[in-house]
């Protein structure tokens, strides 16, 4: 079976440039949530969605972050424009419905802002 | 509300020590506890998890923690430390429903 998939790995962007990135979660999950994690930091939530509902979003910098989960499958979560506090490892996850399964993570995406 | 306090953000033992990483909760309901661990520039990967029933709870590579919620806490062991074990460890409480709170990590360092 496969994992949670994520790209790009890596991503090195100018400042004011704009950067998206795309999760595809494990086949049958209905929640899906971006995390942000910073350098030394536990990861924090952005956005939780189940379905393609955005059920949990108020943690996401609505000014210049935007997220979609339009078929209540793949994501993407953008960023425009990238200013350097954005520089973060930004992870996908996702999980079957109900808070006792556990969080199935993507390798995430790795963002440098210059 | 639920938060998740990790005691040391780093640890070194020997090879062949006990690990220890502790970590404590405050939670409003029962809570769910996790141990994830993620090695540099990988995800997170699931090491144990406790949801009801035996407090002590085992998990993969070795590693186990116990459930004291008198303490409120849910400290990660390990009886003797490996090379392989040196990664970064994040404690995590769900509210039982969707919300996962991470701590700030701790990150294991195995002296040969």
């Known amino acids: 079976e496969a994992g949670v998939v994520q790209s790009p790995r890596y991503k090195i962007i100018e400042k004011k440039q704009p950067v998206a990135f795309w999760c595809n979660p494990i086949?049958?999950?209905?929640?899906l949530y971006w995390y942000r994690q910073n350098l030394g930091q536990g990861p924090e939530l952005l956005i939780r969605?189940?379905?393609?509902?955005?059920?949990?979003d108020s943690q996401l910098p609505k000014d210049r972050f935007s997220a979609e989960r339009l078929k209540g499958v793949d994501s993407t979560l953008k960023i425009q424009p990238a200013e350097l506090g954005d520089s973060a490892v930004y992870l996908c996850?996702?999980?079957?419905?109900?808070?006792?399964?556990?969080?199935?993570f993507g390798e995430g995406s790795r963002l440098t802002v210059l | 509300a639920q938060s998740v306090t990790q005691l040391g953000s780093h640890v070194s033992v020997s090879e062949g020590a006990l690990v220890l990483l502790r970590c404590n909760y405050s939670s409003s309901v029962p809570p769910y506890l996790f141990w994830y661990v993620q090695y540099p520039n990988q995800g997170l990967q699931l090491l144990l998890k406790?949801?009801?029933?035996?407090?002590l709870v085992k998990g993969i590579n070795g590693f186990e923690a116990e459930f004291k919620k008198s303490e409120t806490s849910f400290h990660l062991t390990k009886p003797s430390a490996h090379m392989s074990d040196a990664a970064e460890y994040f404690c995590?409480?769900?509210?039982?429903?969707?919300?996962?709170?991470f701590g700030t990590g701790t990150s294991l360092t195995v002296i040969p």
């Open positions: 969605y189940e379905n393609e509902e955005a059920v949990d």
């Open positions: 406790y949801t009801t029933g035996a407090t």
């Open positions: 086949s049958g999950h209905n929640t």
């Open positions: 995590a409480v769900s509210d039982q429903g969707n919300q996962f709170y």
């Open positions: 996850a996702s999980s079957l419905e109900g808070g006792t399964g556990e969080l199935f």
